[in-house]
């Protein structure tokens, strides 16, 4: 509810800073108004990219009573245009201005049954709430998918934590989680909350409604980075204005319309929200459909993408072995409000 | 025993409210299918049942543009639907229909409260829902109880909810409030023993070989018709923090025992008093009053009842006219009397439970 998700800006000092996995960095923040973040919470705060300030969210992995102590952990996005090669960049001592925690994904106490799925750096959500359903003595499992074990943050001290609640499942020792069998374990009574990649968000959200489980029980938080192709420039035109703009590889499509001059609307950025929703008048390629606000029939149809998140790629087919960069930019022609 | 830490003397005189406690939102009938609002500890409620009969407490503003949910309808098995554009949430407060798109925005959620229906009322707990144990529930056994019998009623009291408590846990003043029913001159006189552990203040009262006042004379009657002569009173007050109060009340024969334990003589009571702070400046005042004896008698249940209507009426409007005296004189303080140390204590426990959870104001 918005009232519990004022922005109250606050300076923080950075106390502790160290790589805990490949490529991330735990960062431990003193904030100046302490107030305690729930599980799901996340707060967000002013990086600098190349001299300008820019906002990003990071969720908060663990708070002490007092909320004194706030600790975040942040992966270097591959593509990255700075955010998180900001956030490496800091040291104890340094100041930064956050928010207050931010609650968008909040856990609720009381379900029968819980399972808690954690892919990647999305383990950063999840931690938290897997704390309070052990201190509540929940019924839950936690299962932590990744690459390798050097990749997956906070590995030991779960599996010390959580012991055969926790499951663990790793792509290069071939004990990759398998969606239908996770799913297939819950039950009406059980939530299941998750962040992740948008793959595996949707190959789960697809296995949930096909079960005929509870939909609102699917419970999940996007990060909004992350897509079905990996990022390709694209060219965008909007015919009416007369805006002919190439969107960078690390930039997403309402970044450079902005940067076009074009006067967009938009509320969450992160796919969730609809409200940058643009009209595909021709395309060029398929379209990496990055949101969760088009049901998948609306996907398909095309005629419409939220451009916060989503992008052009060149691939005939939609299929993603057909993608071929060499080929040329991918070329979307829209319409805008 | 670990050292505690006393507080100043000085007396807030608009006390804040713990939210880690249960608070009571409603009497069980008023909780229906048909939703209401009511607030509570300052955050507004829609509270309604579900198709099962279980009671939801969920916040009463849309999670899109905050329009009362408490003007909207319950639907299907548990769910309730926003007057204003149709979004639905189920009793987790999550959204599980939103009309105009195909799908279920992610963050659309109310905040849905820890609710518990016990001895006829329906607690809601705002703060820490991990914290939400039902056995912190206050006993107030004798509302439900088949060993007792009789009826209540909510007063909309327009004062900070610390001045009730303080007007219960002091009944001297019912000399000079209710002298028509309840008041007599030995309740100033007769002296008073105060203990407390870490939750709960008691404060004893007994007033030996005295005249029943006109109230427990017609109780007295009831129970022993054509009643005449002396009799030992008792008032037991007993707070659970942090805002429940019942009062153990009654004459027995004097002489007969009652102070010793032996009540068969007599006639005992339980006024029973539970307060929501509704805002700052207002509470909801839920009272029962229960008795131990001819249980069988509506008559007499509506009688006390109205009886007890009469006499809270008059604490009432005294309590309105306190709240607005200390408001129109802002620059004056509370002072402390020896009779004061009950709703002290009160104060003193309610003050730690503010303090553990981070939200004490220190006084001006
Ligand atoms: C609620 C929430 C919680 C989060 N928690 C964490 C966390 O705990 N740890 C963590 O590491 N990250 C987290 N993130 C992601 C984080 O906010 C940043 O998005 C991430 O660090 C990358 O930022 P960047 O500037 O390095 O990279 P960039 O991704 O370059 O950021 C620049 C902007 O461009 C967009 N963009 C860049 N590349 C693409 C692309 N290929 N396709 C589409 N858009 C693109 C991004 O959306 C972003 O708005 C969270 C995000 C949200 C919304
Ligand atoms: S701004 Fe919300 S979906 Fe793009
Ligand atoms: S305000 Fe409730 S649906 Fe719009
Ligand atoms: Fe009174």
């Known amino acids: ?48 990219i190349d001299g300008e300030q820019d906002k990003r969210s990071y969720s908060v992995v663990e708070s002490s009573e007092d909320g004194k102590r706030l600790v975040i952990s942040v992966m270097k996005a591959p593509q990255s ?14 100041t930064l201005e956050i928010t207050r925690p931010l609650q968008n994904f909040p856990l609720r106490v009381g379900a029968g049954r819980y399972i808690l799925l954690a892919g990647g750096i999305g383990i950063t959500a999840m931690v938290n709430m897997g704390r309070v359903l052990k201190n509540l003595k929940a019924n839950y499992t936690f299962v932590y998918a990744g690459r390798n074990r050097a990749a997956m943050a ?18 290069d020792e071939g004990t990759s989680l398998k969606v239908d069998e996770l799913v297939a374990s819950a039950d009406l009574d059980t939530e299941l909350y998750m962040c992740g990649p948008i793959r595996l968000m949707d190959v789960v959200r697809r296995a949930w409604t096909e079960r005929e489980l509870n939909l609102p029980n699917l419970r ?48 969450c950025r992160k796919g969730e929200c609809g409200l940058c ?35 052009a790629v060149t691939s005939k087919t939609g299929a993603k072995a057909d993608a071929d960069p060499h080929r040329g930019p991918a070329v979307v022609t829209i319409e805008v409000s | 025993m670990t050292a505690v830490q006393s507080t100043s003397s000085t007396t807030n005189k608009v006390l804040g409210h713990p939210l880690n406690a249960w608070y009571v939102a409603g009497w069980d009938h008023e909780v229906t299918r048909k939703p209401m609002s009511r607030r509570v500890a300052n955050r507004p409620l829609a509270l309604y049942r579900t198709e099962d009969g279980k009671a939801v407490a969920l916040a009463d503003a849309c999670w899109h543009r905050l329009a009362p949910l408490s003007m909207g309808k319950t639907m299907g098995k548990d769910g309730i639907q926003c007057p204003y554009h149709g979004i639905v949430y189920n009793s987790a407060g999550r959204c599980v229909s939103m009309p105009a798109q195909e799908t279920i925005n992610p963050s659309a959620t109310v905040p849905s409260f820890p609710v518990v229906e016990r001895y006829r009322y329906v607690w809601v707990w705002l703060g820490d829902p991990t914290k939400a144990d039902p056995d912190l529930v206050p006993d107030m056994h004798q509302v439900s109880s088949e060993e007792w019998a009789g009826d209540g009623e909510t007063i909309h009291a327009d004062c900070n909810y610390q001045l009730v408590l303080d007007n219960l846990m002091d009944l001297t003043h019912e000399e000079f409030v209710h002298s028509s029913s309840i008041g007599q001159e030995e309740l100033s006189e007769s002296d008073f023993v105060v203990t407390h552990d870490g939750s709960t203040v008691t404060v004893s009262r007994w007033m030996h070989n005295i005249d029943a006042p006109p109230f427990w004379l017609k109780n007295m009657r009831d129970k022993f018709p054509g009643f005449e002569g002396k009799v030992d009173r008792w008032q037991i007050i007993t ?52 008795r131990n004896y001819r249980l069988e008698s509506q008559l007499i249940t509506t009688q006390l009842r109205n009886g007890v209507h009469g006499v809270f009426g008059e604490d009432e409007e005294m309590l309105k006219a306190q709240q607005a005296a200390i408001d129109a004189n802002p620059d004056y303080e509370f002072y402390n009397l020896n009779i004061d140390a009950g709703g002290m204590w009160v104060r003193r426990l309610i003050e730690r439970m503010l303090e553990a959870e981070g939200r004490l104001v220190p006084t001006a």
């Open chain 1, 1 to 48: 509810m918005a009232a519990t998700n004022v922005e109250v800006w606050q300076q923080a000092t950075v106390v502790e800073a160290r790589a805990i996995a490949t490529d991330i960095q735990r960062i431990v923040l003193e904030p100046a108004l302490p107030r305690q973040a729930e599980p799901g919470s996340h707060v967000d705060l002013k990086v600098m």
């Open chain 1, 81 to 94: 245009r700075g955010g998180s090669l900001f956030m490496h960049t800091l040291k104890p001592g340094d």
């Open chain 1, 154 to 171: 906070y590995l030991p001290e779960l599996q010390e934590l959580h012991g055969e609640n926790l499951v663990v499942h790793v792509d």
């Open chain 1, 220 to 267: 999940y938080e996007t990060f909004g980075n992350s897509g079905w192709y990996d990022p390709e420039e694209f060219i965008v035109r909007i015919p009416r204005l007369g805006v002919e703009t190439k969107v960078g590889q690390g930039r997403s499509m309402l970044e450079t319309l902005e940067d076009a001059g074009v006067d967009m609307m938009f509320d």
């Open chain 1, 277 to 311: 929703e643009v009209r595909i008048l021709e395309l060029d390629g398929a379209v990496d459909h990055r949101d969760v606000f088009y049901s998948e029939r609306q996907q398909h149809a095309a005629a419409k993408m939220c451009c916060c998140v989503s992008r």
């Open chain 2, 239 to 290: 707070f659970q923090a942090p805002s429940t109060i019942n009062i153990d009340v009654g004459v027995a024969k004097a002489g007969t025992g009652a102070p010793e334990g032996d009540r068969s003589q007599g006639v005992n009571g339980f006024v029973m008093n539970t307060i929501t702070p509704e805002t700052d400046r207002s509470c909801h005042y839920f009272w029962a009053f229960m």
